[in-house]
């Protein structure tokens, strides 16, 4: 039985989730932008929360942390590389390592640049990644630590995942994302389609996140730098993937 997912909205436009394993009744939240959504939602559904799991280190994803494990005694999950900046972990984590909700197991995956210590986790039996600020719903986060290269990296290992994988980010970015990729595509057929549910989605006041990563394939600029179109698109047509990548989030940087 695969995990149950909720999408809780947060402060102004960040998302958490938590997952859930009926079979064990354990329940996961990743990232805590506030905790009062949170709690709220465990009342609601009578679920114990047994588990944090940290993306990144930044306060509107790790801010309600201490607050949410001393209410609920649940254990802190993070990057090793990134202890300093996080809230106390009661286990850290390594690319590759195993990270568990119930009976189901998941993986960390590295995934820099956005931040130099991000992770993202992949739960392969249910069909989900939780990818923070990294890849992101029509878009990726902005590089403040990482470098472009190093980002493209990132996106890469995630793009490699099943196109079905539903694809958990952090922020209700989309229309402005997708605004930012018509300026590359401009005549894409699946990203007019898609703009188009996300405005409808947003005008009746529903996330638009998660989404699945064969949607991003098909309109995320991000993702879609290696294609020769897109390198034609941006004038580099005889441009390797990574230096593709740069350009393409130097312009959105701009926009």
């Known amino acids: 039985m695969p ?8 402060l102004q436009d960040n998302y958490t989730y938590l997952l859930h394993d009926p079979a064990s009744r354990k329940t996961a939240v990743v990232d805590v932008p506030e905790v009062a959504p949170i709690l709220k939602e465990l009342l609601r559904r009578e679920w114990l929360l047994s588990d944090i ?6 306060d509107d994803h790790i801010q309600g942390v201490d607050e949410l494990r001393g209410v609920t005694g649940a254990r ?31 993986t960390v995956i590295d995934v820099p640049g956005h931040t130099r210590g991000h992770i993202a986790f992949h739960f392969p039996d249910s069909g989900l990644a939780f990818t923070g600020d990294s890849l992101m719903a029509g878009g990726c986060g902005r590089l403040f630590e990482g470098t472009p290269a190093e980002m493209w990296s990132s996106l890469t290992k995630l793009a490699a995942l099943p196109p079905a994988t ?8 989309t229309a402005s994302n997708l605004r930012f990729a018509a300026t590359i595509e401009r005549d894409s057929p699946a990203l007019a389609a898609r703009t188009a549910r996300v405005a409808e989605a947003r005008a009746a006041g529903r996330p638009t996140v998660p989404s699945t990563l064969a949607e ?4 995320n600029p991000m993702l879609r730098a290696a294609l020769p179109s897109v390198k034609s698109a941006i004038g580099l047509p005889d441009a390797d993937d990574a230096t593709a990548f740069a350009e393409i989030r130097a312009r959105k940087d701009r926009f």
């Open 3 to 10: 995990l149950e997912l909720v999408t809780i909205p947060c």
């Open 53 to 58: 799991l940290i993306t990144h280190h930044h």
């Open 76 to 106: 802190v999950w993070g990057a090793e590389a990134d202890r300093q900046r996080l809230p106390r972990l009661d286990w850290s984590l390594w690319a590759g390592d195993e990270v568990r909700v119930g009976r189901e197991s998941g």
């Open 166 to 173: 539903v694809i958990c980010s952090g922020h209700e970015y």
């Open 216 to 219: 991003e394939l098909a309109t």
